[in-house]
Every structure is written in structure tokens, then in C-alpha cells.
């Protein structure tokens, strides 16, 4: 991969099972989870830590439209319809 390249552009170069939609950090579709190597992803921007707090990610949840690889990384896609997606819903006040 070319230093500049984001996980979506390898999509295209290596055919991986990632897919995505806006390449602009809103919808959240590209959603990876990172397994080994975050160390070799370019650090998350502003508009992409907004959404996965929105979406109420987990540490090492990135989305794949943002991350500019460096090195050796291992991802797991992780589809809309993913269980890990769900959001706990918080108890309603009685």
C-alpha cells in the first residue's frame, strides 16, 4: 500500500471485504475493528472520533475511510447488521 492510502482505497487494490459509503467519517459503514497493528494507523481525526463516539465505539473500533496504514495491520469488518454494533439502551426512569 502507499503510505497515503486509507483502508478503503485498499479495498480497491487488494479486493477487501470492506464496505463503505460516504468517505467522509458520517455514516460509519467502514467500521473495523482492530485487532493488531493500531499502532501502524494514523491517529483518528476530529471528525471521525465524533462519530464513533456517537456511534459509542470501542477503543480499538476505527473507521476504514480514515485510517492511513503505515504497516502491517489485522481488521475485522464489522457490517451494519453486526450484533457488535447494537447500542445497550439505557434504562428508562420509572
Not at 27 to 56: F, M
Request: aromatic residues 6%.
Amino acid at each position: 500500500m502507499d503510505r497515503d492510502d486509507t483502508l478503503v482505497d485498499a479495498t480497491f487494490r487488494y479486493d477487501l471485504p470492506i464496505r463503505y459509503r460516504c468517505e467522509r467519517a458520517v455514516c460509519a459503514t467502514c467500521l473495523t475493528e482492530v485487532l493488531q497493528g493500531e499502532e501502524n494507523l494514523s491517529p483518528p481525526t476530529a471528525r471521525e472520533k465524533q462519530t464513533l463516539a456517537t456511534i459509542k465505539a470501542k477503543p480499538n473500533w476505527r473507521l476504514a475511510c480514515q485510517c492511513q496504514v503505515a504497516g502491517d495491520v489485522k481488521l475485522d469488518y464489522i457490517p451494519i447488521t453486526d450484533e457488535r454494533r447494537r447500542v445497550p439502551r439505557e434504562p428508562e426512569n420509572l
